[in-house]
């Protein structure tokens, strides 16, 4: 089945505490993303990603860190987590940027941040 | 900046009525306009999209309507089901762009039984 999996699923941290959050897709697409959902400001990107070790920023970098190593990874870093990093994390993949593309995305991270 | 704006950010709509969700954008880049739909506790999902030489495009009770002069496109539910209640997200994107889809801020659309 063709999917986006993220883990975990649910996360409850303390400032500070360096975590990742992982992301996989199984559909050999070179685009992947990462968004955080927000009551009101609908979907932000975070990173995002052409292909293996090419990344650049978001409209909402700051306090993240992403790598992609492999084609189906791409998983996000939070260095030193604060509680306005509380939210609603998505991983997104798509075949190249073009007409028609769709994105599709994991079943999301709630992540607190205490 | 957010360059789609989506409205309302809520709606409730009875069983057989129509949802309409507005959204206008800012970048006359944008060439591709999908919606995703948004169930709770899943990852959005494409709906629909349309491109901007069309004026509108339909797929079963959901029709997408563009207005490329005035930067403004809707999506209307016809027959709305309880089934469709979700969030929905407008989003805008272009040929070339790296950083693929911007998104609305999202309609949370309640269908009363």
């Known amino acids: 089945e063709a999917q986006v999996t993220q883990n975990p699923r649910y996360l409850i941290t303390v400032t500070g505490k360096k975590l990742t959050v992982t992301c996989s897709q199984n559909?050999?697409?070179?685009?992947m993303s990462w968004y955080r959902q927000d009551p009101g400001l609908g979907l932000r990107q975070i990173y995002y990603s052409m292909n293996v070790e090419v990344t650049d920023k978001g409209d909402v970098p700051e306090g993240y860190k992403v790598s992609r190593k492999e084609k189906r990874n791409f998983p996000l870093i939070l260095e030193s987590p604060s509680p306005n990093q509380t939210s609603l994390y998505f991983c997104?993949?798509?075949?190249?940027?073009?007409?028609?593309?769709?994105?599709?995305f994991g079943q999301g991270t709630r992540l607190t941040v205490v | 900046q957010q360059q789609v704006k989506q409205s309302p950010q809520s709606l409730i709509v009875q069983k057989g009525g129509i949802s309409i969700i507005n959204c206008a954008y800012e970048?006359?880049?944008?060439?591709?306009f999908p919606w995703y739909q948004q169930f709770p506790g899943k990852g959005p999902a494409l709906l629909i999209a349309i491109r901007p030489d069309v004026s509108e495009k339909k797929e079963g009770r959901f029709t997408i309507s563009f207005n490329k002069s005035a930067k403004q496109f809707s999506l209307h539910i016809m027959d709305s089901q309880p089934g469709d209640s979700a969030t929905y997200f407008c989003?805008?994107?272009?040929?070339?762009?790296?950083?693929?889809?911007?998104f609305g801020s999202g309609t949370q659309l309640t269908v009363l039984p």
């Open positions: 970048n006359t880049a944008f060439d591709y």
């Open positions: 559909m050999n697409h070179e685009y």
């Open positions: 989003a805008g994107t272009f040929s070339g762009s790296a950083r693929q889809l911007t």
């Open positions: 997104a993949s798509s075949f190249a940027q073009g007409l028609g593309t769709e994105a599709f």
